[in-house]
């Protein structure tokens, strides 16, 4: 999906497919709270807090979805199972 699609989704606070993940199946956004929802494959839901939307697009653009989580979102932002 071109940048410019993965903007449109995020922007409008759709949910959004993780393609080649082995881990995420997918991620939504809410910009009023900067809370980011992450879906796992195996079922688990879980909201971060307070995760700024610069590095949900810098997580949009990188090159292992699962890696820029695990070093940049997973242990740095308080988080609750959902």
């Given at each position: 999906?071109?940048?410019?699609?993965?903007?449109?989704?995020?922007?409008?606070?759709?949910?959004?497919?993780?393609?080649?993940?082995?881990?995420?199946?997918?991620?939504?956004?809410?910009?009023?709270?900067?809370t980011?929802?992450?879906?796992?494959?195996?079922?688990?839901?879980?909201?971060?807090?307070?995760?700024?939307?610069?590095?949900?697009?810098?997580?949009?653009?990188?090159?292992?979805?699962?890696r820029?989580?695990?070093?940049?979102?997973?242990?740095?932002?308080?988080?609750?199972?959902?």
């Open positions: 999906m071109p940048l410019a699609d993965y903007a449109a989704v995020l922007y409008a606070g759709m949910t959004y497919p993780t393609a080649g993940s082995s881990a995420i199946r997918s991620f939504k956004y809410d910009y009023a709270s900067n980011l929802i992450v879906n796992f494959l195996k079922g688990q839901s879980y909201a971060y807090d307070g995760v700024p939307v610069d590095v949900v697009e810098a997580w949009i653009q990188s090159g292992s979805r699962g820029f989580f695990v070093g940049n979102i997973r242990n740095v932002y308080a988080y609750h199972r959902l």
